[in-house]
């Protein structure tokens, strides 16, 4: 089922939710849309489902126009956030709800709709609690019924709304795996939102990410996490430490490191240069004297955070005052013999900079420069930690 | 030891406050409900059993508990469809005048019942706006049934509507979106997911509905005429025979009512006992 939604608005009273949104869903797909809470994420959700309609704009499912389809025949599977489950139906009565509003004809026998329950049930890993109601299971439980409950229906479309979004952490990652794999098994074209970049990046085939009602960025997770498009997907998508570039002569710096050339041609006179965490590589000048003339700052190491196999560093850079995050593997602390107030050479291995326009002093996205440190020419770099 | 001993006096005074509040409360019920609720039946049969049953047996009195009934009958069904609607319409949708409509529904709780029975009075009475020609197609509101059955109708508006209005709200919408994208039509969606979530709140807002229906004393009074046997009510008849010092036979009456209202009480401490959660917290106001 290929569905192309294409130049998609609505506007609600007091804030436009989505603002000329285009995508194409290829079949079988696994997408994420992700984004924070008011991004135009849910919305789009909804509209897809049949529960509320955009201003302008289409949406063909196969060619045929699907917002002309009734919400009740879109064949679409939609799962809530808070479950929604019936409160006063059991696991059973929930699950066969779909089957069993259909108008008589085409409504399976009384024993089809208990033996695909039945399976239902197997396949969400529930036997046994088909009697219970909803007050008496867990949130994961939950969550797992109000997915056979929108299987039952056999949907083309799979919709999820922030699906994880009120479990807790464990089952979530859990469930999530298991959702992949179910999704692997069935091959149902399936669009979930979330606000968890970790849950989109694990799970989708392809993310969408959206900010303010447009898609900032469309792309392998692959992609959107190593060539983020705009400012705000770097920004969004894991960590990014933000630094101010100024040009010089046909070079832009910050204090004494610089990136050589300019491929704007002297057109801006500022730039904001987005650097990764583990990006970041690190010198000791005590243990390894580095030469001066390499680019590169002198910091000073505030705090280690210990996250398990990772430890983030707190470095400040006087030259700029600004703080800069690094990551590092846990067992290169005792090798660098890191500890707090020891002073550190720092330089960028790999940037994604933006110009910044001269009157209105924002981030140009279209004119992305992808800075890797092998496009420098001089020997004799930094020692990376990983 | 020391925080032990010095809490004992904190812990006694409390106790000492409790207990005043407490007698203070029971001893205002007594004095301003209970005594004259004992009143009514025991004046009711101050003459005896045989006399009590000959007043409700009498003519007039059996056509009012038959009238009061009627009334209800149609009043309470007409409010209970009108109440769902609004309160769906309020806690389902987004339109102009929403907060409107929602202190509409409360006016008939800050109108005096007297002015309610006047406007319709006022309205289709032989001297009101549609007054002459309705009655050049000899239909008779005011001083007749119909008239009854609209002042009731205006006056037990919102109980329905303000019990369900809550509990609809912090349910939301969810659940019948879910029905509506798994196929359901509007009316299954109704009968399948909306109704059984709301069934104990919309059964007691019935119930009050109909406690005040059947009581009801002031817009009724205005719009019956008192026309014994045809347009009084039962608690129009307990003033008449009141007014006409036939004591036995008025509290005969009364304590009928007070049944009743003793009956709906029961029921709806049992439904708040059973069901409490699922009722909203906040019972209407009224008088």
Redesign the interface.
Known sequence: MNLELSHLSRRFTDFAALKDVSLTVAPGEFIALLGPSGSGKTTLLRIL???DYPDSGSVLRDGEDFLAIH????R???V?Q?Y?????LTVTENIA??LR??PWRSRPARAEVRERVERLLKRVQLEGLGGRYPAQLSGGQCQRVALA??LA?EPDLLLLDEPFGALDAQVRVTLRRWLRELHEELKLTTLFVTHDQEEALELADRIVVMNNGRIEQVGSPEIIYQQPATPFVCEFIGKANRLTLRRDGNHFSAAEWTLPGDPWGGRHAQAVAYVRPEHLSLAVPASQPVPASQPAWTARLRHIYLAGSVAHLELHVAAFDQTLEADVASEDLARLDLQPGSLLRVAPRSAVVFPLDDHSGDAVAGDRWAWHDSERKEPGRLRSCR | MSALVSARPVAWSRRLVRGALVLLAVGFLALFLLLPLATVFVEAFRQGAAIYLTSIRQHESLAAIRLTLLVAAIAVPLNLVFGVMAAWAITRFDFRGKALLGAFIDLPFSVSPVISGLVYVLLFGAQGWFGPWLDAHGVRIIFAVPGLVLATIFITLPFVARELIPLMQSQGSEEEEAARVLGASGWQMFFRVTLPNIRWALLYGVLLCNARAMGEFGAVSVVSGHIRGLTTTMPLEVEMRYNEYDFAGAFAVASLLALLALMTMALKTLLEWRYGNEIAAHAPGGH
């Open positions: 489902a049949g529960l919400t009740r025949e879109r679409v599977g939609l809530f808070h929604a489950l019936f409160r006063h709800f779909g509003v259909r409950r929108a229906v």
